[in-house]
């Protein structure tokens, strides 16, 4: 059993649409952090965030995590090709991290 | 600043071997860890280390080992191979605590025939 539960698990959208990928958890945790992860390569750390309710923004991406720190969500506004790749949620909990199920995204051009 | 190095980038390994993997991380980082990515399982945590002692360690048998050096490299080892251990295995180094990210090398794409 996964302690972060991330939806969905596959999304191919069309260049120029809006998305939002989902980590979910039970547990409640200090920190959670999101990276992108491309084929043959490790991943790479987009946004920590630590506070309750706290929304972040990178450019076109838009990060929040949820009051009770039990969640978080990535919102991607006129995703882009180079927008492709593995999204993986991480939270700390218990001197920890644990990592999300990932969110596989493709972006057709 | 260079980036975390692992090394080898791949290996192919018969069962019942045994795999040395090594990591060097970010100038200044102390903290190594290291996972195993698969298809089915994601990322798992294996364990991490600090200033040369294993801080944490994962839900993994005892075939899976590692160490740290007091130039921060780390090296992780898996004895007596199985099927199952093809992966890619990630090394992470960071800052100390929570609110600091990882920085992830390339890996190491092990497999297991």
């Known amino acids: 059993t996964q302690l972060l539960e991330q939806s969905p698990q596959f999304l191919s959208i069309q260049e120029g649409e809006n998305l939002t990928v989902y980590c979910n958890s039970s547990?409640?945790?200090?920190?959670l952090q999101w990276y992108r992860q491309e084929p043959g390569e490790g991943p790479v750390l987009l946004v920590t965030?630590?506070?309750?309710?706290e929304v972040k923004k990178l450019k076109r991406l838009t990060f929040q995590f949820g009051d009770a720190r039990k969640d978080s969500s990535l919102h991607i506004t006129a995703a882009q090709p180079g927008d492709t790749g593995l999204y993986l949620c991480a939270g700390h909990t218990g001197n920890q991290f644990y990592f999300g199920t990932g969110t596989s995204l493709t972006v057709i051009p | 600043k260079a980036g975390v190095t692992q090394t080898p980038r791949y290996l192919i390994k018969t069962r019942g071997q045994q795999v040395t993997l090594s990591c060097s991380p970010i100038s200044g980082h102390r903290s190594v860890s290291w996972y195993q990515q698969t298809p089915g399982q994601g990322l798992q945590f294996l364990f991490e280390y600090f200033s040369e002692t294993q801080r944490n360690k994962g839900n993994f048998p005892g075939r899976f080992s590692g160490r740290q050096f007091s130039n921060s490299r780390s090296e992780m080892n898996v004895s007596t191979l199985e099927l199952g251990d093809s992966a890619l295995y990630l090394c992470?180094?960071?800052?100390?605590?929570?609110?600091?990210?990882?920085?992830f090398g390339s890996g190491t794409r092990l497999t297991v025939v």
């Open positions: 992470a180094s960071s800052l100390p605590g929570h609110g600091h990210g990882y920085t």
């Open positions: 547990s409640v945790f200090s920190s």
């Open positions: 965030v630590v506070t309750g309710g």
